[in-house]
């Protein structure tokens, strides 16, 4: 049981490139999320999944694009890369409803030059 | 805006000694909270919850306390090790979505 898993750990873009963040949990929770976390300050929300099928803007979804795969898997794509989002991604998930305890990933380090 | 503060930002703690953790919370209508603990390079994982319908509950080692009428939350660590060195956060349920403070940093003197 591995939990939530992030691929990669470490990323370095260029400025207007782009890529995908993977995510994936074995939990088999409904609800899943992205989150970045930058210094001196909490996670925020990017996007979120509260079930298969189903996405929804967090608080800060400029820049960004999700796709939930399955249940199991949730994904996160930078269609042009900006240094605004030099950050340290995590994918979470939870049972139910964003209230509950959510369970978090190692983490994608991304920086964009 | 955010809801969830911590009271400072830097914690440091003689090993063997007790650690206490503050959070303040703003929203009356939050019915759980939860306490997370990051270590460098980690994701979050998950410490301790408690409802609001509690005021005290207690894990191994760890006892989170809810104080519903002046809005605040504290964890406190019995007996810390070096390895509870780390970045404390709480998160709070308001309307059906979690909030989270921006982490006290916690380090352990040997």
């Known amino acids: 049981n591995a939990g939530v898993t992030q691929t990669p750990k470490f990323q370095v873009l260029k400025t207007g490139q782009s890529m995908t963040l993977q995510c994936a949990q074995d939990?088999?929770?409904?609800?899943m999320y992205w989150y970045r976390q930058d210094p001196g300050m909490g996670l925020r929300l990017i996007y979120y999944?509260?079930?298969?099928?189903?996405?929804d803007k967090g608080e800060v979804p400029n820049g960004y694009n999700v796709s939930r795969l399955n249940k199991r898997e949730f994904s996160l794509r930078l269609e042009s890369a900006a240094p605004s989002q030099t950050s340290v991604y995590f994918c979470?998930?939870?049972?139910?409803?964003?209230?509950?305890?959510?369970?978090f990933g190692p983490g994608t380090r991304l920086l964009v030059l | 805006g955010e809801s969830v503060g911590l009271h400072l930002p830097t914690l440091s703690v003689q090993e063997g000694d007790n650690s206490i953790i503050n959070c303040a919370y703003s929203?009356?209508?939050?019915?759980?909270f939860i306490w997370y603990k990051q270590e460098s390079g980690k994701g979050p994982q998950f410490i301790i919850d408690?409802?609001?319908?509690?005021d005290k509950r207690q894990g191994q080692r760890v006892t989170v306390l809810l104080n519903k009428t002046v809005k605040h939350l504290s964890l406190q660590i019995a007996a810390t090790q070096p390895g509870d060195s780390a970045v404390y956060f709480c998160?709070?349920?308001?309307?059906?979505?979690?909030?989270f403070g921006a982490g006290t940093t916690v380090t352990v003197r040997a």
């Open positions: 979470a998930s939870s049972e139910g409803w964003q209230g509950e305890t959510q369970y």
């Open positions: 939990m088999n929770h409904n609800s």
């Open positions: 999944s509260a079930s298969e099928g189903t996405t």
């Open positions: 929203n009356s209508a939050s019915d759980y």
């Open positions: 408690i409802r609001s319908n509690m």
């Open positions: 998160a709070e349920n308001s309307w059906s979505k979690l909030s």
